[in-house]
């Protein structure tokens, strides 16, 4: 019988939103000063898709209509820190602006070359540019 001791790490659930706004992401700056996709930690007994509309609403005061999933992913936050990354297509339903929540320091809208940069915290650069711009409804 051997003496190893197995570790279990479990790490939370992230849901996150692709809304894309007149051809642009609109992406989080959160308090470690990076640009996020809205959305959050997945509830126990939530389902996924109604977790990310419902973040998304309370991000940024859009109401939307979850679509496929796009990626998952692990994503490393800090030392003993990871969470798994689920990234679904949304689409906005009507025409508002989003209002920023007091959950993030500010709103901003990024083409999907300005996404790809290393200070946002998504992997947008990873998908077909086509399909993430069908999540358009300008």
């Known amino acids: 019988m051997s003496d190893v001791v197995q570790t279990v790490r479990a790490f939370p659930v992230s849901v996150k939103g ?5 051809g642009q ?3 989080l700056k959160n308090e470690r000063e ?3 996709l809205p959305g959050g930690k997945l509830e126990l007994g939530e389902e996924p898709p109604a977790c990310v509309a419902r973040e998304i609403t309370e991000e940024t005061g859009l ?4 679509g496929p999933i796009l990626d998952a992913w692990q994503y490393h936050i800090r030392e003993g820190r990871d969470v798994l990354i689920v990234t679904y297509g949304c689409h ?4 508002q602006s989003p209002t920023l929540s007091n959950e993030h320091k500010e709103i901003g809208c990024f083409t999907l070359a300005e996404v790809g940069r290393p200070q946002h ?3 947008l650069q990873a998908l077909d540019p086509v399909m993430v711009c069908s999540f358009d409804r300008h």
Do not use: K
């Not at 906005?92 to 025409?95: I, L």
């Open 63 to 66: 109401p939307v209509t979850t």
């Open 18 to 22: 692709v809304l894309v706004r007149d």
């Open 34 to 36: 990076e640009w996020e």
């Open 121 to 123: 915290a998504c992997r």
């Open 25 to 27: 992401v609109l992406l």
């Open 92 to 95: 906005q339903e009507g025409s």
